[in-house]
C-alpha cells in the first residue's frame, strides 16, 4: 500500500506515466501528474477519483529546462510535497 504516500509522475496522461498512474492510485497514493495535454491531465484527474486519491495536475513541457524548474517551483508552493 502506498496510502500516505505522494508520488510525482512526469508524462503522467499516457503511455507508461498513464499505467504507472493507475498502479500508483489504486495502491493509495496521492499524485501530482505533470504533462504538456492539460485536457487529457483533467481527463485522467477524474478517472482517478474513484480510488479516493488526491491528485494535482501541472502542464508543463519538461524537455525545456526552465519549465523543469517551474513545475518544481509550483509543487513547493502549493504545498504539493
Known amino acids: 500500500m502506498l496510502k500516505n504516500k ?3 509522475i512526469t508524462g503522467g496522461s499516457d503511455g507508461i506515466g498513464l499505467g504507472i498512474t493507475s498502479a500508483f492510485a489504486q495502491n493509495g497514493a496521492d ?3 505533470i504533462s504538456r495535454d492539460i485536457g487529457k491531465l483533467e481527463k485522467e484527474k477524474e478517472h482517478l477519483s474513484v480510488y479516493g ?3 494535482y495536475v ?3 513541457d519538461l524537455s525545456v529546462s526552465e519549465n523543469v524548474r517551474m513545475a518544481a517551483k509550483k509543487l513547493l508552493e502549493q504545498s504539493f510535497i
Open 31 to 33: 499524485l501530482c501528474l
Open 53 to 55: 486519491v488526491n491528485v
Open 58 to 60: 501541472i502542464s508543463s
Open 6 to 8: 505522494f508520488a510525482v
